[in-house]
Nanobody, 120 residues
Framework: QVQLVESGGGLVQAGGSLRLSCAASGRTFSSYSSAWIRQSPGKLREFVAGINRDGSNTEYADSVKGRFTISRDNAKNTVYLEMNSLKPEDTAVYTC?????????????WGQGTQVTVSS
């Protein structure tokens, strides 16, 4: 069993930065790949960034490529999402997820989500 708890969301002006953290409980967190997904009102859930079990491989949505960076520290059971050059369209609830596969979108565990609001 893995529990995921996000933190770091908030209100920021366009062009600003935020760093989201996802703290995982459970000794087997390093056995799971992880990702950040987001959803805003009236829009479909969107994949943002993913990282494999040991952090050697990452992937990004085109909309955030070059601005966001996903990383993980398995010793701390934590996944991060560094978000720079934020835009109003990045406003959403960001949720950390974990899966046994990689980029299957069959997520086994979900966090509760953290709100990110970017003002223009």
């Amino acid at each position: 069993q893995v529990q995921l708890v996000e933190s770091g969301g908030g209100l920021v002006q366009a062009g600003g930065s935020l760093r989201l953290s996802c703290a995982a409980s459970g000794r087997t967190f390093s056995s799971y790949s992880s990702a950040w997904i987001r959803q805003s009102p009236g829009k479909l859930r969107e994949f943002v960034a993913g990282i494999n079990r040991d952090g050697s491989n990452t992937e990004y949505a085109d909309s955030v490529k070059g601005r966001f960076t996903i990383s993980r520290d398995n010793a701390k059971n934590t996944v991060y999402l560094e978000m720079n050059s934020l835009k109003p369209e990045d406003t959403a609830v960001y949720t950390c997820v974990a899966e046994r596969g990689y980029r299957t979108a069959n997520y086994d565990y979900w966090g509760q989500g953290t709100q990110v609001t970017v003002s223009s």
